[in-house]
């Protein structure tokens, strides 16, 4: 689990070993890959596709972004000329540079991947180059029928989201989306199987008129309806002051890093985060903890009884509130 820097070396393609390699042959195939994408306000991760330019990274990465340019393993900045296609829905994004020659990652198909699978992730978090981590698999979430995500323990820091997620033999099963923090090691990516389908389907624009289509289409986020829940403090009970500031501070770590996500326009990611963090809190919660953990998976069950994911994550958000609200009155009262 621990995180180490690795210097590229000269070694085989990943894609052609015969069995199952180490982390670090696996660093030393796969780094070469792996791509820093920088705009004046964002910092993210990606991985080559295709030897003639094409980069795949997170939706949520590029999509505010105006000028946006890509750095490769051999330290040559090349600008971003074009979104070869994009899919907000699955916080996916294909990108073109003008280069060729580049060394692509193999995609795997993620429909074979399993809990307990070893995954590890490469990325530049915080601008550290070439920078790996290693895990398992914790669990594949069906968040919705056109939403699965993968669960990781390999840890993720800013920085690396759109790296790719990497088996034993070198093949990409999934990208790196989000974090949630505070020790809990709680990751997530989106298979393959979604890159895959983009990078067989391009729409390429390019990437100024792209740029301006944005400014036109995203004047105005969706105005929500909000319907938070009033809880009564007896709610709590059977709840320790340890079980309340655990909840408490699990959902505001969703917040923190799910919020930035739907004001992006990604509000499917938005959705899987908060879904996720609301089902690893209910596991954690003491068992007298009812209530919480009651109030947790109604609102698990209304979002994913909705069909648009902005309607999902404010379900979600919803659901978060009210406890946040109830917290609050029991261990400050006024």
């Not at 505010?64 to 040559?76: H, P, R």
Request: proline share 7%.
């Amino acid at each position: 689990m621990e995180i180490m820097r690795t210097a590229p070396a000269p070694e085989p393609s990943a894609s052609s070993a015969p069995g199952p390699m180490t982390p670090a042959e696996i660093a030393a195939a796969a780094t070469p890959s792996v791509v820093s994408i920088r705009s004046k306000s964002s910092l993210g991760s990606g991985f080559v596709v295709r030897e003639d330019g094409w980069i795949a990274t997170n939706f949520h990465v590029i999509a505010d972004a105006d000028e946006l340019s890509v750095t490769a393993s051999d330290g040559k900045v090349s600008p971003v000329v074009q979104l070869v296609a994009m899919d907000p829905a699955h916080d996916l994004a294909l990108l073109r540079i003008e280069r060729t020659g580049l060394k692509p990652l193999v995609l795997a198909d993620s429909e074979g991947v399993r809990s307990g699978d070893a995954v590890i992730a490469i990325g530049h978090p915080l601008g550290f180059e070439d920078t790996v981590s290693n895990g398992l698999v914790s669990a594949i979430r069906r968040v919705s029928d056109e939403l699965t995500v993968l669960q990781i323990s390999a840890p993720i820091a800013p920085g690396s989201s759109g790296g790719p997620l990497i088996d034993d033999r070198g093949r990409v099963i999934g990208v790196a989306t989000a974090i949630l923090r505070g020790g809990q090691n709680l990751g997530f990516g989106v298979p393959s199987e979604y890159l895959a389908a983009l990078v067989a389907h391009p729409e390429p624009v390019a990437w100024a008129d792209f740029v301006a289509l944005r400014e036109r289409a995203t004047a105005a986020l969706p105005r929500p309806t909000r319907n938070v829940p009033h809880h009564e403090l007896t709610l709590l009970d059977g709840c320790g002051e340890g079980d309340l500031r655990l909840l408490g501070d699990m959902i505001g770590e969703a917040i923190e890093v799910g919020a930035p996500l739907y004001n992006d326009g990604n509000f499917a990611a938005c959705y899987h985060v908060y879904d996720g963090a609301s089902s690893d809190a209910e596991r954690r919660l003491g068992s007298g903890c009812k209530g919480p953990m009651r109030a947790l998976a109604d609102g698990r069950k209304k979002a994913s009884s909705l069909k648009e994911p902005g309607a999902q994550a404010w379900a979600m958000r919803d659901s978060f509130d009210g406890l946040i609200d109830v917290i609050r009155r029991k261990l400050d009262p006024q």
